[in-house]
Nanobody, 121 residues
Framework: QVQLVESGGGLVQPGGSLTLSCVASGIIFNVNAMGWYRQVPGAERELVAS???????SYTDPVKGRFSVYRDNANKAVYLQMNSLRPEDTAVYYC???????????????WGQGTQVIVSS
């Protein structure tokens, strides 16, 4: 059974930093690309960062230069380092294994509970 457990969210002031963690079980982690998504109420969940099995990363434009995704295959974990946080980064953040189809990443497994990030003064 696949389980994705996110942690590390919290309340942070604008300009601050947070590192989110996601530990996966029930998947062959090292062969999967992984993605970090975020969702605000009333909106679609959006992919903000991804990392391939080989370590190649990609980011959506609003987070480029501020967020960094990396992985630890030995511990089946993926991380999202978030710097220079802005109020618009406020969301629930989720991770998932992703697969690239015709240039678009799709999540592969049921979602975990996510971790809430609030950026506010």
């Amino acid at each position: 059974q696949v389980q994705l457990v996110e942690s590390g969210g919290g309340l942070v002031q604008p300009g601050g930093s947070l590192t989110l963690s996601c530990v996966a079980s029930g998947i062959i982690f090292n062969v999967n690309a992984m993605g970090w998504y975020r969702q605000v109420p009333g909106a679609e969940r959006e992919l903000v960062a991804s990392i391939t099995s080989g370590g190649q990363t990609s980011y959506t434009d609003p987070v480029k230069g501020r967020f960094s995704v990396y992985r630890d295959n030995a511990n089946k974990a993926v991380y999202l380092q978030m710097n220079s946080l802005r109020p618009e980064d406020t969301a629930v953040y989720y991770c998932n294994a992703v697969v690239l189809v015709a240039g678009t990443y799709y999540h592969q497994h049921p979602w975990g509970q996510g971790t809430q990030v609030i950026v506010s003064s």
